[in-house]
């Protein structure tokens, strides 16, 4: 049975009350419900219980279940994209804003982001809540896998936080040798969640020492020159 810290992949869609479908590891239902989006990253999804890498309401669920179970948890707002708070929202001069904001429209302003919920006049009111605070989120959800093999473990940490899938891990002892892809230092969420990644791999595999290796060769040089043309 699964319990907090063990390491799992799983598959899922999300759906609120009315039936809506708001997130899927699943392409062709994205497809199907009009919420594919080419940039995100669709297939199973890594987490390690206890580490807030999925919400809370899920990873509650998950605990105790074994690898192949099916089942349907139903997330309240305060374990999942939190309750709705009328205080996380704030009004600001349409002179802040480089492009002219429109209802509905998710927005950066200064560390926090939100959505443009009315314009009066040269005044816009922006709610900083998540876009789902409030609502009670359904998983229909499949565990495919508990990884065992620490190799198995860091590829996983290197998909949560990157997105990135690595090919060549070396272990020895307390260090590792990680090879990732050519181009992955041009990758600005490689660049942050890399030491996210080291972080976690010291605390739950127990490394002490990790290197992060790039790998060149002939046809990745010619490809690169190819792309310039």
């Known amino acids: 049975m699964l ?12 759906k609120l009350e009315d039936g809506k479908v708001i997130d899927t590891t699943d392409a062709e239902i994205a497809k199907k419900e009009g919420i594919f989006n080419e940039n995100t990253r669709y297939g199973d999804i890594y987490a390690v219980l206890g ?27 305060e374990k999942g994209f ?11 001069s349409i ?8 209802i509905g429209q998710r927005i ?44 198995d473990k860091l590829k996983a940490l290197f998909v949560i936080h990157t997105g990135i899938n690595v ?15 050519a181009d992955s230092y041009l990758n600005q969420l490689f660049l942050i ?10 605390k739950l595999l127990n490394l002490r020492e990790m290197s992060i ?5 002939r046809e990745f040089l010619k490809a690169a020159e190819e792309d310039k043309k």
């Open 193 to 202: 969640g890399r030491y996210r990644v080291v972080k976690d791999a010291f």
């Open 82 to 92: 939190g309750v709705y708070d009328q205080k996380k929202k704030d009004t600001f």
């Open 3 to 14: 319990s907090n810290g063990d390491f799992v992949r799983l598959s899922y869609t999300a």
């Open 108 to 151: 950066r302003i200064g560390d926090k982001i939100g959505t443009v919920e009315r314009i009066i006049g040269r005044r816009v009111l922006v709610d900083f809540n998540h876009p789902f605070a409030g609502k009670k989120i359904t998983f229909e959800y499949e565990i495919r896998e508990k990884l065992e093999k620490p190799e």
């Open 167 to 181: 090919k060549n891990i070396t272990l020895d002892f307390e260090k590792a040798v990680v090879e990732v892809p």
């Open 95 to 102: 002179t802040r804003f480089k492009e002219k904001p429109e």
């Open 213 to 217: 290796v790039e790998r060149f060769d």
């Open 51 to 77: 580490e807030g890498h999925i919400l809370k309401g899920l990873e509650e669920d998950l605990i105790g279940k074994e690898v192949g179970y099916k089942g349907i948890a139903v997330i309240p707002p």
